[in-house]
């Protein structure tokens, strides 16, 4: 089956750094990631979509400036906590699609501490 | 309003009980999937199932069965002799074909005691 990884796993950053986190799907072309967000005991809440080799369509009330995504390959697409802070603490999964959207394979999670 | 419903917050059994999982989704879609998810503690996203819209047959799976009915816009997991490996966190989810999107329910603990 089709399989995206995420690292780091875990990341624990000081309030005021930034953060990458990196989704690569390994044995397949990602034409669509998405990202997702999941606070403590809720569900989870699509951030944002983004097609290679163009701009990220956010959610409404997610910040792009705070979080910076690039989907640079077929492959490859990463999140940037720009200027974390403790309330960006969450578990942070991202998903993979090279066809429809209902062809979603998620990773396996990053779950993010902001000290 | 909620697209994907799943009244039930948690349920704890005791193993070799039945437990079945609500889902209740709403969609103006005629075409949707429908799709369940376990969250075990580690948190990886275990997929277990997707249904389309104009497939209403139930589907069995060893332990597990899915009860899929549009008249009431339900699709309920469940689980057979329960077993302690099954406590997680289930997620029922709903993409509609024109909108390119999953919406998750809020999730349902079950917890399954030995």
């Known amino acids: 089956g089709a399989v995206v990884s995420q690292h780091p796993s875990r990341v624990i950053c000081k309030s005021g750094t930034s953060v990458k986190i990196e989704c690569r799907s390994l044995?397949?072309?990602?034409?669509?990631m998405f990202w997702y967000r999941q606070f403590p005991k809720k569900s989870l809440m699509l951030m944002a979509t983004?097609?290679?080799?163009?701009?990220?369509?956010?959610e409404q009330g997610v910040e792009k400036d705070k979080f910076l995504i690039n989907h640079a390959s077929l492959t490859l697409s990463t999140l940037t906590v720009t200027s974390a802070h403790p309330e960006d603490s969450s578990f942070y999964i991202c998903?993979?699609?090279?066809?429809?959207?209902?062809?979603?394979?998620f990773g396996p999670g990053t779950r993010l501490t902001v000290t | 309003a909620q697209k994907v419903t799943q009244a039930q917050t948690e349920i704890s059994v005791v193993e070799k009980e039945d437990v079945t999982l609500d889902c209740v989704y709403e969609?103006?879609?005629?075409?949707?999937?429908l799709f369940w998810y376990k969250q075990p503690p580690s948190g990886e996203l275990v997929f277990l199932i997707r249904?389309?819209?104009?497939?209403?047959q139930n589907e069995i799976s060893g332990r597990y069965s899915w009860n899929f009915q549009k008249s009431t816009s339900s699709f309920n997991f469940t689980i057979t002799a329960s077993q302690v490996v099954d406590s997680a966190v289930y997620f029922c989810?709903?993409?509609?074909?024109?909108?390119?999107?999953?919406?998750f329910g809020s999730g349902t603990k079950l917890n399954v005691k030995p």
């Open positions: 998903s993979a699609s090279e066809g429809g959207p209902y062809e979603q394979y």
């Open positions: 969609t103006r879609d005629t075409t949707y999937y």
């Open positions: 989810a709903l993409i509609e074909y024109n909108f390119n999107k999953f919406y």
């Open positions: 983004s097609n290679e080799g163009s701009k990220a369509t956010y």
């Open positions: 249904r389309n819209s104009f497939d209403e």
């Open positions: 044995d397949f072309q990602a034409t669509t």
